[in-house]
C-alpha cells in the first residue's frame, strides 16, 4: 500500500522559513518524479515544484522560484520542500505526489499518489 505522510507545515510569519518533509512507504522512491503542490481556501490545486527520480533535474512555478528548494533522500524514502521568505500569499494546504512515469511537470493529472496534505499558514 502506497502512502505519502507530510510534516512540517505550521504558523510562521511573513519573511519566514519552514521545511516540509514527506516521507514515503509501498513504493521505490528512486522509480517517481515527486512533485508538491498547494490549495489556498477557495482555489484550484497548484502546481509548486518537481524533481526526477535521482534529483538531477527540477521544476518550479514562477510564483515560488528563487525562495523555495525541493530536494530528496532517496535512502530515507523522503521528499523536502525548502521554503523561504514567506509570503502571506503562501499559506495553503501543502501535498507530495508521486509520478511513476518520471515526469516532473506542473499538471496534477501526472500524479498517480498523494498524501493527505499539512497546513501551512503564513501571517503579515
Known amino acids: 500500500q502506497v502512502q505519502l505522510v507530510e510534516s512540517g507545515g505550521g504558523l510562521v510569519q511573513a519573511g519566514g522559513s519552514l521545511r516540509l518533509s514527506c516521507v514515503t512507504s509501498?513504493?521505490?522512491?528512486?522509480?517517481?518524479?515527486m512533485g508538491w503542490f498547494r490549495q489556498a481556501p477557495g482555489k484550484e490545486r497548484e502546481f509548486v515544484s518537481a524533481?526526477?527520480?535521482?534529483?538531477?533535474?527540477?521544476n518550479y512555478a514562477d510564483s515560488v522560484k528563487g525562495r523555495f528548494t525541493i530536494s530528496r533522500d532517496n535512502a530515507r524514502n523522503t521528499v523536502y520542500l525548502q521554503m523561504n521568505s514567506l509570503k502571506p500569499e503562501d499559506t495553503a494546504v501543502y501535498y507530495c505526489?508521486?509520478?511513476?512515469?518520471?515526469?516532473?511537470?506542473?499538471?496534477?493529472?501526472?500524479?498517480?499518489?498523494w498524501g493527505q496534505g499539512t497546513q501551512v499558514t503564513v501571517s503579515s
Open positions: 505526489a508521486a509520478d511513476p512515469n518520471g515526469r516532473i511537470g506542473a499538471s496534477r493529472t501526472l500524479y498517480a499518489y
Open positions: 509501498g513504493l521505490t522512491l528512486s522509480t517517481f518524479a
Open positions: 524533481v526526477s527520480r535521482l534529483g538531477f533535474s527540477t
